[in-house]
């Protein structure tokens, strides 16, 4: 079992950037498929990026692709959501992710982080 504690969310204005940071403790980190999903108030919780056990690979959802950039530091335990050119519609609590492959990552199959709350104003 990994835990996985998100930080950086916050307010930010239309335009802004933030990053956002996932810590992993327990299981091997570097043996995960890590990931990003965000839930909107009324929403369904939906997929926002993944990355794979090396970081050799990436891949995003269309609403965010060319704004944001997931990656991660094995050595460190962390995995890394850069979002730039944030829009309002970007608001939502963030979810970090660990599964045991992308394919399980991509259904939601694993442990996740208790949230952090993105903000974007217009």
């Known amino acids: 079992q990994v835990q996985l504690v998100e930080s950086g969310g916050g307010l930010v204005q239309a335009g802004g950037s933030l990053r956002l940071s996932c810590a992993a403790s327990?299981?091997?980190?570097?043996?995960?498929?890590m990931g990003w999903f965000r839930q909107a108030p009324g929403k369904e919780r939906e997929f926002v990026a993944g990355?794979?056990?090396?970081?050799?690979?990436?891949y995003y959802a269309d609403s965010v692709k060319g704004r944001f950039t997931i990656s991660r530091d094995n050595a460190k335990n962390t995995v890394y959501l850069q979002m730039n050119r944030l829009k309002p519609e970007d608001t939502a609590a963030y979810y970090c992710?660990?599964?045991?492959?992308?394919?399980?990552?991509?259904?939601?199959?694993?442990?996740w982080g208790q949230g952090t709350q993105v903000t974007v104003s217009s």
């Open positions: 992710a660990a599964a045991d492959s992308d394919y399980d990552l991509s259904r939601g199959n694993g442990s």
């Open positions: 327990g299981r091997t980190f570097s043996s995960y498929a």
């Open positions: 990355i794979n056990w090396t970081g050799g690979s990436t």
